[in-house]
């Protein structure tokens, strides 16, 4: 049992390490969602009225509205930006390394995950503090409970990227696929608008929007900054992470998945 | 016969339908430096992502210290160490912290680790470096830190993935005499794919495969006794032409 401790805090360090190395990936991590907050939200404050809606009890500006979604913003690149290190460990070696160790692989990868899944939470925390001094002030203890549902969020959009990785051969492929992936759902989905204001303009897209799993890690964190507790988006990203594990472990097992493709 | 560290059972491996290794059989024991020379495409890559499970096989051929691979894979690989033919160093981070992932890796206390690490890089003067980061490094220095690596948890087979290739003759010279050197005295059991004929000595075990086949396996004065030649790579060119003429 201690052997997996050990791996674990080593694979967390690793990361931590290369992220704190690599400030560029931090700085960019960070300017995206400020960019959304300060110039987007800014612009469209006056364009888009926000009725009151629960988690909130008054009527908010645009920008308190569009804060959980830039979280999970930052949660949806950091996750795919993890898997994109994965396919680049995977192209130079690496990633060997990690594979050939004597431990499960189902481990390791989950390991991996929840690595970036820390790496993510002191992303968001950073951006909550920047937000704060720019008059987002939710209540002290949802500084608390988004701790929980950072995890659950971060974890399942971690093992999305996971997913990716484990399908996709070379990098090249990789940039299609962020096009294909991190705009469809981020866009779809209640990162900045809410549900019904979609309903209103079209069906079909609300449809999408109520069950991109991206909308309900969003609107899970959302009542989670506010201290409420969102069972139903809760279940639905507990699900959608479970699922997406699963498969991303088959694609990584040496006798199925990506490994059983290139031979036998 | 000493222990066996490397035993390969008739061995096939195919990618779709077509067979890249057939019937391989060989084995390395304990102590023993055994070089695997063949052409480009010989299946030396497929036999080295087979024996660090990252292909799978259907059925029991490789045993790791008597360990078999597929019945009990995380016991056969913690017997291993392994340097690949490209570097998997973290260019970001220190040689410290590489080795440090590496023992975590393998389950290596905090203290182990330490003394683990400082005992490598000693052995391959790279210890004054340890704080350096391995982008800083040469190539001759970043394949002592893999090697390094390598023998942390100390492994009881050394598979070697052709590491000295664009090294200078220097860098080759102190590889080569510290894994030979390892061999002689801890008992290491080394697996070495090279295209490079000089780098293999006269007490060393040769295995020759061409088209995913062991041509021939010795000493150099058996291969060039049985090919009739006067030399390892005259013999090699010999066992490898055999077949496509």
Redesign the interface.
């Known amino acids: 049992m201690?052997?997996?401790w050990?791996?674990l805090?080593?694979?967390v360090?690793?990361e931590l390490?290369?992220f704190v190395?690599?400030k560029e990936r931090f700085l960019s991590a960070l300017v995206r969602p400020l960019v959304w907050l300060f110039v987007f939200a800014a612009g469209f404050r006056a364009a888009l009225g926000i009725a009151i809606i629960p988690p909130y009890d008054t009527y908010i500006l645009y920008e308190v509205y569009i804060t959980p979604g830039l979280i999970g913003m930052i949660q949806l690149f950091n996750g795919m930006q993890s898997s994109l290190s994965m396919v680049y460990d995977r192209e130079?070696?690496?990633m060997?390394?990690?594979?050939?160790?004597?431990?499960?692989r189902w481990f390791l990868l989950t390991s991996k995950l929840l690595a970036g899944v820390f790496v993510s939470i002191l992303q968001v925390y950073v951006f909550l503090a920047i937000a704060w001094f720019y008059d987002i002030q939710p209540p002290i203890e949802g500084y608390l409970w988004i701790l929980p549902a950072l995890t659950l969020t971060g974890l399942m959009l971690g093992a999305l990227g996971l997913l990716l990785s484990a399908f996709i051969k070379q990098l090249e492929n990789f940039a299609g696929v962020m096009n294909f992936v991190i705009f469809p759902m981020f866009f779809m989905s209640t990162a900045l608008y809410p549900l019904w204001k979609l309903q209103e303009s079209s069906e079909i897209l609300y449809t999408i929007a109520k069950y991109n799993p991206f909308t309900q890690a969003v609107e899970f964190l959302r009542f989670a900054l506010y201290g409420q507790f969102n069972q139903e988006a809760g279940l639905y990203t507990i699900l959608a992470f479970t699922l997406f594990l699963i498969i991303a472990i088959i694609g990584y097992n040496?006798?199925k998945g990506m490994?059983?493709r290139?031979?036998? | 016969m000493s222990e066996l560290a490397l035993d390969i059972k008739q061995l096939n491996f195919s990618y779709g339908k077509k067979q890249v290794l057939h019937n391989l059989s060989f084995h390395v024991e304990a102590g023993q430096c055994a070089f695997l020379l063949g052409p480009n495409g010989a299946g030396k890559s497929t036999l080295f992502s087979l024996i660090t499970r990252l292909y799978d096989q259907e059925k029991e051929c490789i045993k790791l210290a008597g360990v078999d691979i597929k019945v009990e894979p995380l016991k056969a690989l913690a017997q291993l160490g392994v340097v690949f033919q490209q570097t998997t160093l973290d260019l970001d981070l220190s040689v410290r912290q590489n080795l440090l992932y590496h023992a975590a890796l393998q389950g290596l206390s905090r203290k182990s680790a330490r003394i683990a690490v400082q005992k490598q890089l000693e052995q391959l003067s790279m210890y004054e470096r340890q704080n350096e980061l391995v982008r800083q490094l040469n190539g001759g220095h970043r394949r002592r830190v893999e090697i390094a690596r390598a023998l942390m948890h100390q492994p009881k087979l050394l598979l070697l993935d052709e590491p000295t290739v664009g090294l200078d003759i220097a860098s080759r010279e102190s590889i080569i005499t510290h894994v030979h050197k390892l061999s002689d005295e801890t008992g290491l059991a080394v697996l070495w794919a090279t295209h490079l004929m000089d780098e293999v000595l006269e007490q060393d075990k040769v295995i020759v495969i061409h088209q995913g086949k062991v041509q021939a396996e010795g000493a150099i004065k058996e291969l060039t006794e049985i090919t009739q030649r006067d030399s390892l790579s005259e013999a090699f060119f010999t066992l490898t032409q055999k077949q496509e003429a």
């Open positions: 201690a052997h997996y050990v791996a805090w080593g694979i360090f690793r390490f290369r190395k690599q130079m070696g690496s060997r390394i990690l594979l050939v160790s004597p431990l499960p040496p006798s490994m059983k290139k031979g036998r």
